[in-house]
């Protein structure tokens, strides 16, 4: 399948290790952020979303962490297994619309078997 | 139940000449969103429809490009004029309402402008 990004930063993580993929994102009025998991030759897809009236959020095997301050967003996924290998990015919407979606560059998690 | 799917899911042109990708978004979605992936980066965003109103054209590249949505449900881009730096995967996005919803991808369509 098609390669996704090739420099991408990557994380290795062992099967059954926990991982944590870091986002920093740009506009301190933004309101909404989503996690998506990208698949080589296949779109993005939903893991999980937070909105700015929390810090925290868990999922199935997945945590999102909000850091307003600092202007921080954070994946935490649980006993990684290899079917967790993707390309992660996050995104965010500002309050002045429900408009695109502005997206990191990705990170590549690599599972180590 | 059905995503949103794309088509085609591969296309190979020669520069200069035109070409149209196809968007189905989930039935009932308002919303729809075109992307665009470089190798190796992340999503650009190309334009947005909401229902019945002016699209957000705001991240169109240049006036080769251009985007319709026929019935509020399909929608169709277009380049003109293809140029080798046009070679990207398009995505195409759709959500239920506008207000902060989840967008859903679809598969791509993979662009080769040789």
């Known amino acids: 399948g098609e390669s996704v990004g090739l420099h991408l930063p990557t994380l290795s993580v062992q099967e059954g290790d926990n991982s944590i993929i870091n986002c920093a994102y740009s506009n301190s009025a933004s309101d909404y952020f989503i996690w998506y998991k990208q698949e080589s030759g296949k779109g993005p897809q939903f893991i999980i979303d937070i909105r700015s009236n929390m810090d925290k959020r868990q999922g199935q095997r997945v945590t999102v962490l909000l850091n307003k301050t600092v202007k921080h967003l954070s994946l935490q996924i649980a006993a990684t297994q290899p079917g967790d290998s993707a390309v992660y990015f996050c995104a965010e919407i500002t309050p002045s619309g429900n408009t695109p979606l502005v997206f990191g560059k990705g990170t590549r998690l690599s599972v180590i078997a | 139940g059905a995503g949103v799917s794309q088509s085609p899911s591969n296309k190979v042109t020669e520069k200069g000449k035109d070409v149209e990708l196809r968007c189905d978004p989930i039935?009932?979605?308002?919303?729809l969103y075109w992307y665009r992936q470089s190798l190796g980066q992340g999503l650009e965003f190309l334009i947005y429809f909401q229902g019945n109103s002016a699209p957000d054209k705001s991240g169109l590249p240049s006036d080769r490009f251009s985007a319709e949505r026929t019935g509020g449900s399909v929608s169709t881009l277009t380049i003109q004029r293809t140029q080798q730096e046009d070679s990207a995967v398009y995505l195409c996005?759709?959500?239920?309402?506008?207000?902060?919803?989840?967008?859903?991808f679809g598969p791509g369509t993979r662009l080769l402008v040789l």
């Open positions: 039935s009932g979605h308002t919303a």
């Open positions: 996005a759709s959500s239920l309402s506008p207000d902060k919803e989840t967008q859903y």
